[in-house]
Each structure stands twice: as structure tokens, then as C-alpha cells.
């Protein structure tokens, strides 16, 4: 059985349809990419996934519930996390405690209870503390813990806002573009660590650029053109696929191979 | 215990300077408006500096519970605790009601609705002439006692004040340092992000809201009684900008920062005659210059700049130990 699936799914702004009439499955347990030109709607998709925008039209199950009409903290709460295209760090706070925010769903003091620092409490940040350690090390971020999340550079911010996203401890994480911006080492890094948490057996649902990434590291691959299915399949199938390679792709789905 | 440090100093500073100086004017009477305009100042910035929601109109919540006191009191003859008790269930109340659609404003909206929050409340403190007294204010209000022990001298008020401080400090570093503190700052870093990491954006900013405004009318509870006299001029708008001021100075998201910018802006008029006339002009002109030339407050950017010193000569004996 899937563990997500989109019906029907639709989404204009305005004038504007970024999502028409769309409908996938994402097996569990996977690497399933989205790709598709700039514009084609494959963030607003994210968005209404995470609970972030709602459909105009269709229906999302996760896990045999439905997501649509539940706030973000409600979709979060069923174990979907996100990464986001134009970094949402907390840029306020230290690199530790970014991902200790991630914990939020895994803990349950309250403000009154924090406030007169009741016993429990000290037991509760341990481990959340070792929580989001176990995080930043499955990211390789080890040597970062004790910085400000304002003082690093880009790369490193990629990985971490995923640190954040693995410490609530998600069955589902979508990740907008995570190698965006970075250079060839990184780009690689990022690879092994999408395998490393899809092993781990988090689904993993991306939308990337960089065809390359893509065709490696992806188990099945949804093409979107002006927010409709254009095709899906296998990376070998996608590259093969007549219509992707007119339509758009053409030589970069070749070069990849 | 590194956590309390702090708290452990500014405890030792409350308690050794009456006890240095009993019969100081700066120390028992100054003395306690400081410590009431820092309990007032780090409610703020729970809310201000952490969760990055801005009020303009926080001296609304400190007349709440300051009149709501007073007239109990002075017309109805309840007890000062009960009556103090009775303001922060008004307050609580009303701050609640408000924050749903007042948080659900972002920036410049936000301080709008704010702004006329405290506008309103002040024009009902002076309208409501049978019950508050109108412009002339409320006098004859009862002091407080504690145990038996009549709060009757400015010291005796001092010892209040400093404890109420030290107390609402200790909370405001609980909560900072806390699974919802953390929501607190990430709410004020990216929404969206917090939301995603499963965190009510929206329960948390009427949370911390309600909160800041229960503390600044407990602090308004105690000011009445202290003064015996009270009227509508100490919860007008300039007030809640000179807190916004303490605030901004000292640095947001800090709270000693906060206490610190309450003890500046409490001693400067006091040092200064010309403050008198030109008070609000030199709040405005502190706050600009904050703005432009130490955005992260006086306090933050001198613990900054002492960190960093710190920094150097550490890191320059270890490098004399690796040659
Ligand atoms: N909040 C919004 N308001 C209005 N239009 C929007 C909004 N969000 C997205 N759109 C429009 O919807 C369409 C799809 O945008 P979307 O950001 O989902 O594309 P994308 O596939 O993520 O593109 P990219 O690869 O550049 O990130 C675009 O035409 C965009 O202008
Ligand atoms: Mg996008």
C-alpha cells in the first residue's frame, strides 16, 4: 500500500493553474522525485502536502489520513517533515537548538511547567539534546554543534535545516531542492546522505534540479509540466520517455546517463 | 547551575545596595520604579525580543491590573491580594480575547493594532470618570501587607519590588531555555519553519502574549499600592514606548539586557533636568540610534564585545602554548 497518496489534486492563484488535476502514489520505504521545468509547481505541491497551502480541489492520504484542511504543526504532528527551497532556518538561534525545535512533537512541557522548571524538565532536555545530536551526526554536522546557525555557510545551512527535519523523526521527508547552490563535493555529500536516510527507512520525497542527483538516487521519478503528469517511472524510463525528452528534458536527461 | 549565574549576580546586586546604602535616595526610591520598569521590561521581551512580536501597547496591560486594584480596594473595600488577584484575571481575560486576532498581524500591522490597544484602554481609564476617576486619577488606595508586615516604608517596598524582579527573572530564564522558549525564538525566526516542526504558531504567540501581560499586571497591582495614587498618565502610550525603549536599549532577547535598559532609562531622567521636558524627544532619538548603530542593544553588544576580548586572549595563551 502507498504511504502517500494524491488524487486529483488542484491548485490556481488567480489566473494562474499551478496544480492540475495531479494524481501519484509514493510507495514506502523510496527516493520518489519530482522534476519538472522552473514554474511547473512542484513547491506549491510541497506546500499543500505540508499543509502549508490548501487545494482547491483533491484529496492527500497519508498514511490512510487525510492532510488536507490540517495546519502544518497538525501534518507535522503525522509525521511528514520539510525542507524548504529559500532556507527557513532560525538564524536567532545556535545550531543545537535549531534542532532541538525539531524534538518540539517528541517532548510535552508545557509554558507553565518550563516557567517553574518543575524536575521533569531537566530529563526532557537531555534528551532532546541527544536526540539532536543524533541528527546533526547522521548530517555530519558534529563540528558545527556549539555555532550560530547566522555564522555558517551556506552548505552547511543545507544540511542542517535537514538535521531539523530528521529530529522530529519523520516517516515522510520532503526536501525542496537541497542541492541547490552547492558545489560538486557537496552535491555528492548530499547524495549519500539522501540514500543514508532513505536507508534508515524514511520516504523520501524530492524535487531537484540537478539531473545528475536525480537519476542517481532516485527509486521512481514524477515528471511535472504546468502542474500536470507528464510521466512517471524508473529513471531508466523517465530517460527513455519519449515525450519527457521532446518536451523539455531533451539533452540534459541524456547527458545525465 | 551556570544556567543562573546571572541571577545569582543580579540577585547580590539587589540585596548589597540597600543594605551599602539604606538611606540612599537613588537606592529606595529610584530604586524601586527601576525595579518595577524591569519587571515591566522583561515581560516585554519575552514577547518582544524572543518571539519577535512587537507591542506598543503594553502599558494597557499594567493600568488593567494597576486600576482594576485600586478601584477593588478604594470602592468596593476587597483586600489588596485578592484585589491584585482579581486584576490578573481581568487581565488575563482580556489579553486573551485580543491576541487571537491581534497575532494573526505581522509587523507594522502589528504595532498598529497594538498601539490602539493601549489607546483604548487609556481612553477608557479617563473616560470612566464614576469608576476610575477620570484624568484626576484614583488616591486613598490601601498599601499592601505581607504576613502581617505592613508594606509602609520605601524600603520595605524595595525589598518587594526586588524579589518580585528576581522572581519573574528566574521565570522569564525557565522559559527561555525551555522546549517552549525554543518555540518562542523559532516562531520569531521563520513561521513557517516552526510550524513545520510541529509547533502551534499560533498557540504559542497567545501564550507567551497573555503571559507578558500577566506579569506587567502584577507589576501594575503592586505600583498602585506603592503609590497610593494613581492616574491615567502612567498607562498612556508614551509609557509603553519608553518600554519599548528599555527594551530596544538593552538589548532584545536578553533579559538582563531588558533589566539593564530599565535601570538606564529610570537613571537618566533622574541625572538629567533636561530630561524633563524633552523625555519623549530623547526616547525617540535612543531608539533611532540603537537602530542604526547597535541594533543588538547596549547590553548584548558590550557582553559581545567582552566575549570576544575573552576570545583573543584565550585563543593568543594557546597559541604562545603551540609555539
Ligand atoms: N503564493 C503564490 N501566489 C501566486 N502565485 C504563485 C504562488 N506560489 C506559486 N505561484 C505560481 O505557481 C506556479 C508554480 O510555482 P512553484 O513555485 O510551485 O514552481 P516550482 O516548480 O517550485 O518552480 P521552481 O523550480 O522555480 O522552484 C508559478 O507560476 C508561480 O508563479
Ligand atoms: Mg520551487
Redesign the pocket.
Known amino acids: 500500500m502507498a504511504l502517500l497518496e494524491v488524487e486529483a489534486l488542484t491548485k490556481s492563484?488567480?489566473g494562474?493553474t499551478?496544480i492540475a488535476d495531479l494524481s501519484f502514489d509514493v510507495p514506502p520505504g523510496q527516493v520518489y522525485s519530482v522534476i519538472?521545468?522552473?514554474?511547473?509547481?512542484?513547491?506549491?505541491?510541497f506546500n499543500m502536502l505540508s499543509g502549508i497551502y490548501h487545494p482547491d480541489d483533491g484529496s492527500i492520504r497519508f498514511m490512510d489520513q487525510g492532510v488536507v484542511g490540517r495546519q502544518p504543526h497538525q501534518v507535522a504532528a503525522l509525521g511528514v517533515s520539510r525542507t524548504f527551497?529559500n532556507l527557513q532556518m532560525f538564524f536567532n538561534m545556535s545550531v543545537l537548538d535549531n534542532v532541538m525545535v525539531g524534538c518540539h512533537l517528541r517532548t510535552r512541557t508545557g509554558l507553565f511547567s518550563a516557567a517553574l522548571r518543575l524536575p521533569r524538565i531537566k530529563r526532557e532536555e537531555k534528551l532532546s539534546r541527544q536526540w539532536a545530536r543524533e541528527a546533526l551526526a547522521i548530517c555530519h554536522l558534529d563540528k558545527f554543534i556549539g555555532q550560530e546557525a547566522g555564522s555558517l555557510p551556506y552548505g552547511v545551512l543545507k544540511r542542517l535545516e535537514i538535521a531539523r527535519a530528521l529530529a522530529v523523526e519523520p516517516k515522510l521527508l520532503l526536501m525542496?531542492?537541497p542541492a541547490a547552490g552547492l558545489n560538486d563535493t557537496e552535491t555528492l555529500e548530499m547524495r549519500k546522505l539522501i540514500r543514508r536516510i532513505c536507508e534508515s527507512g524514511i520516504t523520501v520525497l524530492l524535487?531537484e534540479?540537478n539531473m545528475g542527483l536525480v537519476m542517481q538516487v532516485s527509486d521512481r521519478i514524477l515528471v511535472?509540466d504546468y502542474?500536470s503528469r507528464l510521466a512517471e517511472g524508473t529513471p531508466v524510463e523517465i530517460q527513455n520517455d519519449r515525450r519527457v525528452i521532446e518536451a523539455y528534458l531533451g539533452g540534459e536527461v541524456q547527458y545525465a546517463l | 547551575m551556570r544556567r543562573l549565574a546571572g541571577l545569582c549576580l543580579l540577585a547580590t546586586i539587589v540585596v548589597v545596595l540597600p543594605i551599602l546604602f539604606p538611606d540612599n535616595y537613588y537606592v529606595t526610591v529610584v530604586g524601586v520604579t527601576a525595579l518595577l520598569h524591569a519587571i515591566l521590561a522583561v515581560s516585554l521581551n519575552l514577547l518582544m525580543g524572543y518571539a519577535g512580536q512587537i507591542s506598543l501597547g503594553h502599558a494597557a496591560f499594567f493600568g488593567i491590573g494597576a486600576y482594576t486594584s485600586a478601584i477593588l480596594t478604594t470602592r468596593y473595600g476587597w483586600d489588596p491580594w485578592a484585589a491584585i488577584m482579581a486584576g490578573l484575571a481581568l487581565t488575563g481575560l482580556v489579553s486573551f480575547l485580543v491576541s487571537r486576532p491581534i497575532l494573526r498581524l505581522k509587523g507594522h500591522y502589528l504595532a498598529m493594532a497594538t498601539l490602539g490597544l493601549g489607546i483604548i484602554i487609556n481612553i477608557i481609564l479617563v473616560q470612566g470618570d464614576q469608576l476610575t476617576g477620570g484624568p484626576d486619577g484614583l488616591g486613598g488606595i490601601p498599601t499592601l501587607s505581607l504576613f502581617g508586615w505592613a508594606l509602609d516604608t520605601d524600603l520595605r517596598w524595595y525589598w518587594m519590588m526586588g524579589a518580585t524582579l528576581l522572581g519573574v527573572v528566574w521565570l522569564a530564564l525557565n522559559i527561555i531555555d525551555s522546549r517552549s522558549g525554543r518555540a518562542l525564538r523559532a516562531l520569531h525566526g521563520s513561521e513557517v519553519a516552526a510550524e513545520m516542526m510541529g509547533i502551534n504558531t499560533t498557540a504559542a504567540k497567545t501564550g507567551v502574549f497573555v503571559l507578558a501581560a500577566l506579569i506587567a499586571s502584577l507589576a501594575g497591582g503592586l505600583f498602585c499600592h506603592q503609590q497610593s495614587f494613581i492616574s491615567p498618565d502612567s498607562f498612556n502610550f508614551f509609557f509603553s514606548i519608553e518600554l519599548v525603549t528599555m527594551v530596544v536599549l538593552g538589548g532584545m532577547a536578553s533579559t538582563y539586557g531588558a533589566v539593564f535598559g530599565a535601570l538606564i532609562l529610570t537613571l537618566l531622567p533622574e541625572l538629567l533636568v533636561v530630561f524633563e521636558d524633552f523625555e519623549v524627544m530623547i526616547f525617540g532619538a535612543i531608539l533611532m540610534l540603537m537602530m542604526i548603530f547597535l541594533p543588538q542593544g547596549l547590553f548584548v553588544g558590550l557582553q559581545n564585545l567582552v566575549l570576544r576580548w575573552l576570545n583573543r586572549r584565550r585563543s593568543a595563551a594557546f597559541g604562545a602554548v603551540g609555539e
Open positions: 492563484f488567480g494562474v499551478a519538472g521545468p522552473n514554474g511547473a509547481g512542484k513547491t506549491t505541491l527551497q525542496d531542492e524535487v534540479h511535472l502542474g
